[in-house]
């Protein structure tokens, strides 16, 4: 059998999660193995039964912070060196050398964009369609973020402030750096974008094509959406909650920012309604008091909890925000970063969900977005609707289909790097 090698970034849950899924759709047809550089959830590979190559540079838990600061504006810098993209590049080489797979698959180590050009391995991208940042902004599906959320650029028009928006994501180039340093020695083209250099040969979709409804390159498939699934039993104390009151899931996935979240925990105090709030390895460092009506736990089976809840108020990455769809319940979001803003718009469009700018987030805010929704029949009609859709488009033959087709007979077409 053809070999399918896994490459997440293991310091982040839902990647970790959604190429572990992928993985079980393809275990019968493939070969599948996975690469690693280290993070907390790395474990969960082996957990699931994968066998895993660890590489280095090793990613540290100061490394993992570091990304997800440049990653979200917080902090100006690269998120790698120039020479560890060029020791990730060169290990990736000489495995790709050693186990001959017929694709690799990833959702966020950008080296697999060098790697695989410089090998001719097919390079597949599980993405999502608000990470199309140019497209989405030209079809106005995304709004100006929150990053320039402070006066006096505030005060602008909307379309001043998506002009800049435009500008300043041209900016983000300079991350890519390295990556084109790296590239350069190899003989290959600078990235000049970095929706370049997080486009495959081939670019998967988990979620429902009436989700964002962007129009799609050639290269863009549909696939089942990628809910992550831990294999933890629901906690008693949960279990054993009473539900007087309407019950609020309070989910920031692996990337929320402890501020935000402390923010939050402690604006909910004495509100009418119950909180479960797998926040807790977010928060470790943090002397954060609790309220007596909210619930801090460690990771939860979120595919199961979620639909405990009457309401979710979650960061917007893309496997939470399907979880808390397949919940069928109103949603309220508070984004770290352009694609999770994007992706609580699509459900405010769809007309069960609030967005919450960041900058702006206040205890009553917040409790004023999860009361009015909770006395919202239309939006949770709408939100049980797209209930619907999510549930139709839970097909994980799809994804086997798709790799069968791409990589399981003969030599798959390359996109031309």
Not at 117 to 146: C, F, I
Not at 176 to 202: C, H, K, M
Request: contains cysteine; glycine residues 6%.
């Amino acid at each position: 059998m053809q070999t399918l090698l896994f490459s997440p970034g293991a310091y982040n849950l839902a990647e970790t999660t959604r190429c572990i899924e992928v993985a079980k759709a393809c275990r019968h047809d493939f070969n599948t193995l996975f690469m690693s550089y280290g993070g907390e959830f790395e474990p969960l590979i082996t957990q699931a039964g994968f066998a895993l190559e660890r590489l280095e540079p090793q990613i540290t838990s100061a490394k993992a912070d570091h990304i997800y600061k440049v990653d979200q504006g917080k902090k100006i810098g690269y998120m790698f060196s120039v020479d560890e993209v060029e020791m990730q590049v060169r290990n990736e080489l000489a495995l790709f050398e050693r186990v001959k797979p017929a694709a690799v698959v990833t959702g966020f180590n950008m080296s697999n964009s060098i790697s695989c050009r410089v090998a001719q391995v097919p390079l597949v991208w599980l993405t999502h369609s608000t990470w199309m940042l140019h497209s989405l902004l030209e079809a106005r599906l995304g709004t100006w973020p929150d990053m320039l959320d402070f006066p006096p650029l505030n005060w602008l028009p909307d379309a001043a402030l998506l002009w800049l928006t435009k500008r300043a994501f041209a900016l983000t180039t300079l991350i890519l750096r390295p990556y084109s340093q790296v590239a350069a020695t190899y003989g290959q083209a600078p990235f000049t974008n970095v929706e370049q250099i997080w486009t495959g040969d081939y670019n998967l979709l988990a979620e429902p094509a009436e989700f964002c409804e962007l129009p799609l390159p050639p290269s863009y498939h549909y696939i089942s959406p990628l809910i992550g699934r831990l294999d933890l039993p629901i906690p008693e104390e949960i279990l054993q909650l009473p539900r007087d009151k309407p019950l609020v899931y309070f989910a920031m996935g692996s990337s929320g920012q402890p501020q935000v979240i402390a923010k939050i925990i402690t604006g909910l105090k004495d509100r009418p309604y119950r909180v479960i709030a797998p926040v807790a390895r977010l928060l470790k460092g943090l002397n954060v008091p609790i309220p007596d009506n909210v619930l801090v736990t460690d990771w939860l089976p979120a595919h199961k909890v979620n639909p405990m809840a009457d309401i979710s108020v979650i960061h917007g990455g893309i496997g939470t925000v399907m979880t808390a769809c397949l919940a069928g319940k109103p949603v309220v979001g508070i984004s770290m970063m352009f694609e999770q803003e994007a992706n609580i718009d699509c459900l405010v469009r769809q007309g069960f969900a609030r967005r919450i700018r960041k900058n702006r987030l206040t205890s009553e805010k917040l409790s004023l977005a999860i009361e009015t929704l909770l006395a919202d029949g239309e939006a949770q009609r709408k939100a049980q609707a797209f209930q619907k859709v999510v549930q139709a488009s839970l097909d994980p033959t799809s994804i086997t289909r798709f790799f069968v087709g791409a990589f399981g007979n003969g030599q798959p077409a390359l996109a031309d790097r």
